[in-house]
Nanobody, 125 residues
Framework: VQLQASGGGLAQAGDSLRLSCASSGRTFGRDTAAWFRQAPGKEREFVAATFRSYGRAYYADSVKGRFTISRDNAKNTVYLQMNSLKPEDTGVYYC???????????????????WGQGTLVTVSS
């Protein structure tokens, strides 16, 4: 199972970026798929998740209203649309997926077995 994240880059505050996470060898259809990020010197933190096949989205408070997670099961791809970017959004963004995540652990990195390699997002002020 491989997850390939892409779409990161350099942006200015207020800009938008869209991250993609494509899966090979795994279908997202029944998985919980999530995005995490890690800023330099900080722990990996939850950004957003779409829970199993229900499709309901959950967000960290820091990105609620600005970021949107979506999934295209036919393409085995999960997206993270990031609008109104802020310098504090800077970090390496990782996608993750797992079929056994329960709701109470959805925001924990340890709940996910499959991870993408990360894509760097840098937001300047």
């Amino acid at each position: 199972v491989q997850l390939q994240a892409s779409g990161g880059g350099l942006a200015q505050a207020g800009d938008s970026l869209r991250l993609s996470c494509a899966s090979s060898g795994r279908t997202f259809g029944r998985d919980t798929a999530a995005w995490f990020r890690q800023a330099p010197g900080k722990e990996r933190e939850f950004v957003a998740a779409t829970f199993r096949s229900y499709g309901r989205a959950y967000y960290a408070d820091s990105v609620k209203g600005r970021f949107t997670i979506s999934r295209d099961n036919a393409k085995n791809t999960v997206y993270l649309q990031m609008n109104s970017l802020k310098p504090e959004d800077t970090g390496v963004y990782y996608c993750a997926a797992d079929g056994s995540v329960i709701m109470t652990s959805m925001r924990s990195p340890s709940a996910y077995l499959s991870w993408g390699q990360g894509t760097l997002v840098t937001v300047s002020s």
